[in-house]
């Protein structure tokens, strides 16, 4: 993967199309693309479902979703915020339309019947069937709704390491491992690739043989997400059959609704596993590991396929599971806030952060994800913090200037777009006036007069937006 990437990039084309370009990459390879994206002075399409990454990388998003492209010049976080803002908008004026239709049908029921004012009511029907009816946007509201079961009673230690090791004929991949994990305990193993981190996994499932020792606690039960974890699945049963082949008698009743929280209802559980997308094939997987109680979770890459949405479900459920957890992963987000440990795989050896993913990074001397400069030593790229030159005095004055120069104009833009905004609210309420509407209707400057407003507000609105994303860039 990162070779191939790696040929792309130096080809320096004029455009790159990525599509989940984070998948199977290490966090230090991720937070070196980053950094290389950044700089890079070509067109970027991407696609991927790692946040952190988006917002680092682009400034524009284009939302898919019920067959329809919704665009926004600004990055995820931001497109978040004005869509909620853009919905909001387009709910309160479709309500005043709504109104205003219903005024105009009584006014049209109540003088039709009227000699002398069919005509008045004519030209109101004319007015309503010409009318552009406002489409409040749908939301994507299908989420996975799901809860770990309670975890069963166990000892005070849910897993002993000592002197663990792992070799491949004579290449040694794991050295003297010692590690202990403690009941409710969550840790995270993160380095680069080929560190031995989901060969760890492996030893303590008891998928591959080693040499050491590695001891499940008293009564410890334990659940493993294997990375490949869909492709265990029969490509030839159905969604239904599967879960259903996996039922404990606790759970032999309620099939339908624990698909149901994995979002396959109706003809999607007859549908078979060959047919299902890298992320429904996932799903049908984490489904299964619900079925049993653990009181420890192995999971490795269980983020693999899954949506944002669906992300942030899997690591709520996660951070309310009260067994405990093994976590292998490179998704920056997912692990922030989930493990009070991080075990980095490095040199055959494990060292140990206490701390979540942030904690460790910092550490790390990598700044936040975001100060790093790269460097060729031993044929390994070696990820260290960009020293910070000190400005001069003259720089300084200069870079508060054009801060104090945008947080001006901003604040103009705010009071104007507060402006327009009130004056176009009370044109609306005007407009759905029945006897203010019939006096505005002979008024040619007052409609070119309102169109002229809301194309004004639009402009500022864009403006506005670029202002603070040229302000957030200096601060």
Known sequence: MRVELAKILLQKPDILLLDEPTNHLDIESIIWLEQWLKKYTGAIVLVSHDRIFLDSVSNRTIEIAFSKINDYKAKYSKYLELRKDRIEKQIQAKKNQDKFIADTKVLINKFRAKKNKAAFAQSLITKLNKLDIIQVEKEDIGR???????????????????????????????EAIDLEIVKGEKIAFVGKNGEGKSTLAKMIVGEIDYSGYIQLGHQVKMGYYAQNQADFLDDELTVLKTIEDA?????????????????FSNDDVSKKVKVLSGGERARVALCKLLLEPYNLLVMDEPTNHLDIASKELLKKALMDYDGSLIVVSHDREFLQGL????????????????GDINTFLSEKELDNFKQLETSQKDQKIVIKEKSKEKKSYKNQKILKSNIRKLRNRIGKLEKEIQSISDDLKNKDIALADPVKFKELSHDKEFFEIYDQQQKKLKLLEDEWTSKIDELEGLL
Do not use: C
């Open 144 to 174: 996975m709704q799901f809860r770990f079961p309670p975890a069963p009673h166990s000892g005070k230690l849910s897993l002993t390491l000592e002197n663990a090791s792992k070799s491949y004929d004579d290449l040694h991949v794991l």
């Open 247 to 263: 039922v404990t008698e606790h759970t032999k009743s309620n099939v339908r609704t624990i698909l149901g929280s994995f979002l």
């Open 339 to 354: 493990t009070e440990k991080v075990y980095e795989f490095k040199y055959k050896k494990i060292k140990e952060y206490v």
